[in-house]
């Protein structure tokens, strides 16, 4: 199991994006730990579509706070959102079909695609957006 937990370097500095980072970052760790308990492959889908229902959810969330600030690189932003999804998309789709069984590699995956993107991507809208705009 990969023991993910919060960290401040995961902070962006936004109330309701690093609470909805919290829970993002805590959905992967219930993949980790059920690959690590071998529970059975239909409790793991449904933690996977969890997590794919949450993505859509907090992309969504975060493209309206960047529409709401005018926020100069929405469009690449929600491009890099779009090809998140599809990586999930693909690799949920696999493990279904039973051609890729390393959840490992999915639990590495989903955490790489969260700290990049929260210490990159997430960092630079929050420094536009400005510190009043910092609360939930």
């Known amino acids: 199991m990969i ?5 401040d ?5 936004h109330a309701r994006i690093d ?12 993949v980790s730990l059920a690959d690590d308990q071998k ?7 449904r933690l996977l579509t969890e997590i794919r229902k ?3 959810f907090h992309f969504y969330s ?6 709401d600030h005018a926020y100069p690189d ?7 959102h779009a090809m998140l999804v599809s990586s999930l998309d693909n690799r949920i789709h696999q493990y279904r079909l039973e ?15 969260f700290a990049l993107h929260t210490t990159g991507s997430d960092k630079k809208l929050v420094s536009h957006i400005g510190p009043e705009a910092h609360s939930a």
């Open 99 to 113: 051609e890729d069984d390393d959840l490992g590699s999915m639990v590495e995956f989903l955490f790489q695609w």
């Open 9 to 13: 370097k995961f902070s962006v500095g």
């Open 74 to 80: 929405y469009e690449a932003h929600k491009r890099e």
């Open 19 to 30: 609470h909805e980072h919290q829970v993002f970052l805590d959905l992967i760790r219930n």
């Open 54 to 56: 949450y993505a859509d």
């Open 39 to 45: 529970a059975p492959r239909e409790r793991i889908l």
């Open 3 to 7: 023991d993910i937990q919060w960290d």
């Open 62 to 67: 975060e493209e309206n706070i960047m529409i």
